[in-house]
């Protein structure tokens, strides 16, 4: 089941934007998730992961700044993201297992 993303939007530098993830069905539980990037030009990238026991991993780039979590519960992951800069702008897309959302635009204007 294709992940929806949710939560994307226009901030300025030095702002804050919380992305969310649903993936539907019953082995959310079981999925490794993950946040991915595209800005125009440039390759996708890893932002962030979490494995299906919790266990989190970073970009360099976004180190301090972003936090992923997962609630099983609710079949949600989230990615909060505090002092944005203009490089963050970008699509987010979500990753559950190896299935793709469609992704959501994040724009940090200067």
């Known amino acids: 089941v294709q992940p929806v993303e949710s939560g994307g939007g226009l901030v300025q530098a030095g702002g804050s934007l919380r992305l969310s993830c649903i993936v539907s069905g019953s082995i959310f539980s079981m999925l490794h998730m993950a946040w991915y990037r595209q800005a125009p030009g440039d390759e996708r990238e890893l932002v962030a992961s979490i494995t299906n026991a919790g266990r989190t991993n970073y970009a360099e780039s976004v180190k301090g700044r972003f936090t992923i979590s997962r609630d099983n519960a609710k079949n949600a992951m989230y990615l909060q993201m505090n002092s944005l800069k203009s490089e963050d702008t970008a699509v987010y897309y979500c990753?559950?297992?190896?299935?793709w959302g469609q992704g959501t635009q994040v724009t940090v204007s200067s």
């Open positions: 990753r559950g297992g190896a299935t």
